[in-house]
């Protein structure tokens, strides 16, 4: 039982930052911009926000409370996140170059970046960013003697996880229920329709890529904060899986829950194999387990693509006077 | 040199130079009292003495390759993020022929590497250009997945058929099996002591290299086959229209670019120089390869350049570790030289009316009335 708790924890650390970032690529393409970048805009919001807790916990040595330094913290990720994202948002929409090479750019920038910067200002002069894990809830009052769900969902758990959640009901609530989602989506399905009634495509995609960059840019934290405590350059190919997830996910938040669900758990027993026992016995080499989660997302798609539902003016730049 | 070929070299220029500006401000930040003397080992340490210039070439050769297959893809619509995975499969491929084989000669072994190596990545690139062609999934997506695929499945084989456990990484291969020289050792090297001399290892990889760019640009510019792919990259509706076969375009396309990675990766495997490492990590050289493929405007000839240029670059980057920075700085240059690169089609539009402009002022206004008119006419 204590390895399918253990598997349920980490399907759960693996899904959410995939959630939160794969609806900030959500946001984006819905508003007709694409974005390869995610991978970057996370590695940037890890790399800005384990920077400052490291510097709060191990330099200036503060005594703050775990709540404001997790506010803070993410709040400094999506701050990254966005100001990283104007250069794509200025590249895509103002100069109408190409997305996929200026997203590319991005998540070139962010790794050699993180790694650079981390060298050059932490203490030892390392590419990881040490920082304590202060934020972990070892079992959320009442909820966590709960028999099965408790240990299940509310022991060993995160804030960032019902975080994720809120976020993904929010967005849902954003895009299909209010003026401002309706313009977004417009603008990524069809622009001259929505410049036609009065919208302005420019803002409606700067918005979408802004927030892409926000989300991504807390996504970095929410992968790093439960799983690891040192950010070492790298958030391990999360922002491609969440490009995948919102494919899988046909653009729709609550198809993105069950993708981030199915992707979580692959990957939380591709990780943790060697504890079950009946995979362990296989004999099989470990790469084999690691590559299931890509090997299946192939297979997926395979058989999801046929009719893709991505916005319609999805990367291409908006034109006044096409049709 | 016609103008249209004229504006793409400056253009590609223009966007190397803001590229440098900024590194050098990168620099600057980082360490400002020696950041001129990294700034100038950067830009001349690939020209200092004939050995540089030798490993200058030896680095191009995979960089050229992969910056081929990007292109080649590119040409046709399609982008091939996953020229690592194709590289990594063809690098391990050839290391297996490398390693076995024993009973052939030499050179047939060697040639024999370099077609296995190019049908593997050719093998590997069709799995995204079939889903592509036939279940519409997007080849971004599907050329990821393959990396990781990829990654995980030749480090398994690596720690399974070619493993040294004293350095962690694939066996060096025998003598034998590395490509042939050609007597370059003698022309690019250098005197350290009198009497003895430290070689570049450059190799025939380069003339490879060099002869296949030339190849894919014959096929893209000169054949039917080449236009057809081209058709399906301007408009897929036009070329469906026409009578062009997309599904087999689009497979056909992502085979070749697998086949230029994983001729890329062979080239890198079998000079020498490089083993293969046996942990889990995705190859540079796919991701340096869409650099190059973009500074060289997706050109094959211009690819020979931008990649002999990237890899300049890298030379003197390395070397500024000499003086405390690291070599991260490089990628952090070569990154926004293809953030850049995004809007090198800009700047080329840009300069194009700019120096049309410059070129009309030195005219009498009736010759320049004349040639507006032949224009709108």
Redesign the interface.
Known sequence: MAVFYSIMHWTVYIMIPLIVVSLGGLFSEKSGVVN?ALEGKMILGAFAGTMFMYHVQNVWELAMSPWLLLFLTLLIAMATGIIISL?HAY??IN????????G???N??A???A??TA??MTRAGSQHIHFSNVFRIDSVPGLGNIPFLGPMLFQNTYFTSLLGILILAASAFVLYKTKFGLRLRACGEHPQAADSVGVSVTKMRYAGVILSGALAGMGGILYIVPIASAFSGTVA?YG?LA??VL?FGAWKPQRILFAAFFFGLMLSVASQFSAIPFLRDLGI?A??F??TP??A??VV???T????AAPKAVGQPYDKGGR | MNKDALMSFLSSLVVLAVGLLIGFVILLVSNASSAWEAFRTILTFGFRGIRNVGDVLLGATPIIMTGLSVAFAFKTGLFNIGATGQFAFGGLVAILVGHNFEGLPNGLRIILALLAATAAGAAWGAIPGLLKAFRNVHEVISCIMTNYIGMFLVTFLVDRYAFNPAIGRSQALPEGSNLPTLGFQYIFREEFLPGFYRSSQVNVGILIAIFTAILMYIILEKTTFGYELKACGFNKDAAKYAGINQNRSIVASMMIAGGLAGLGGALLYTSGTETMSAANVLLPYGFTGISVAFLGLSNPIGIIFSGTLVSYLFLGGARTQVLGFSIEVVEIVISVIIYFCAFVFLVKTFLGKHIGRLLRRGKSPEQDRADKGGESA
């Open positions: 390869i250069a590249a895509s100069l109408r170059a190409n997305q996929v090479i200026s590319i750019a991005i070139m920038f790794a050699a970046f790694i650079y060298r050059a190919g491609f490009l995948a494919i080499h790469n084999f690691r590559m890509y090997v997302t192939l798609l395979a058989f693509s046929k009719n893709t």
